[in-house]
């Protein structure tokens, strides 16, 4: 497998059944999230956008709001706009977060609050503020985006890993609960991927040739994941086609834990 793994976009993914349909992002600014706004807005959906900063995007399809996700009243505030402008919600994505990292020395109880306030806490609080939108939407599906971070055991990740750890427990502990209602609920868990930022940080510059080698190496497929490919799982867990897929976590990871 070559060390420098090579780039190319990922595939454009087509869902008839997305057209016209409302969905609620969280990070839609950026990353992940601005990828999967990216590709429902391609599918014709509508999307209110949720974050902290404004998303480069200027689609009539898309309302941004801006909100702070680790605050409660924030989040009602964020739904009660969105109450406003539609009697109802079909998806919800939750892919908002930071990764800092921390010793167990460092982590005291307030680096703790900022991280699983955001990270986990958040995905419960949009998720208990859209139900009401969802049961009268016809998609009815939510995604929350994990990482497989929590598997690998990385020193100074252990407040983060516990909370990706703890979005694959709320996906599983609501999928019984909503699927009475018909809402299906799953969890896309994404490896290493070339994110603006993660580019920025981890593949620009003299560390950018070690970091591509040790993905060549744990790695099954020589590829740089885009945000796209994780946007594409995404969008298959939110459409009809997966209609029989509930409490499942999809890892894009391009075989490294391979499971």
Known sequence: ?????????????????????????????????????????????????????????????????????????????????????????????????????????????????????????????????????????????????????YRLGLPGRSIYSATKAGILGLTTGLARELGADNIRINTVTPGWIFTARQVEQYFSGTTAGTHLAHLAKVQALPLRIQPGDVANHILFYLSSVSRASTGHNCVVDGGWLLE
């Open 1 to 149: 497998m070559p060390k420098n793994l090579p780039a190319s976009p990922s595939t454009k993914l087509l869902l008839p059944d997305l057209h016209g349909r409302v969905a609620i992002v969280t990070g839609a600014s950026a990353g992940i999230g601005l990828a999967t706004v990216e590709a429902l807005l391609a599918n014709g959906a509508t999307c209110f956008g949720l974050a902290r900063e404004g998303a480069p995007i200027t689609s009539a399809a898309f309302h941004p709001i801006a909100y702070d996700l680790s605050d409660p009243a924030e989040i009602a505030a964020a739904f009660t706009k969105i109450r406003a402008r539609t009697p109802h919600v079909d998806y919800i994505v939750n892919v908002a977060g930071i990764d800092p990292k921390h010793s167990l020395a460092e982590g005291d109880a307030a680096r703790w609050d900022e991280i699983v306030d955001l990270n986990l806490r958040a995905y419960y609080l949009v998720i208990r503020e859209g139900v009401p939108l969802l049961r009268a939407g016809v998609g009815r599906a939510i995604v929350n985006v994990s990482s497989i971070n």
